[in-house]
């Protein structure tokens, strides 16, 4: 239970933070071990300028202690970087898979968060002008 709290805080830490630069159209942190996925987090917005003010912004910041490293992804379909072998609990290669093992968030916060696409857009559009 204290694991799961520790990584909805992380999550909601990141999500309010990625946030302010623009409307969050997808949102995903690896579980794996692997050096090049470990701690990850992706965010796609909905248009590239919303990311490069993302990119700006982290660049050369911290969180907890650790250099944030913002770069543009050339993946532009997360769902084709997913391990479908790990979504159905079979991997075999766990966490050192070479594709992504997505952290699930509990229900709740994920209703907070997505729950509503017409409130995040209306959201979206009092910050940003859409």
Known sequence: KFLK????DFYLDCWEEMEKYGYIEEFD????IAEHLMGNV????AKEEEAEKCIKALTGRFYAGVTIYPEYSPVTDFREARCRQFETSECSRGGLC??????AIGKTLARELYGDKK???K????????
């Open 5 to 8: 709290e520790h990584f909805e």
């Open 29 to 32: 942190i690896c579980d794996n």
């Open 42 to 45: 992706y965010v796609k917005y």
């Open 98 to 103: 070479n594709f992504m093992h997505l952290k």
């Open 119 to 121: 409130n995040n857009m």
């Open 123 to 130: 959201r979206y559009i009092s910050n940003f002008g859409g």
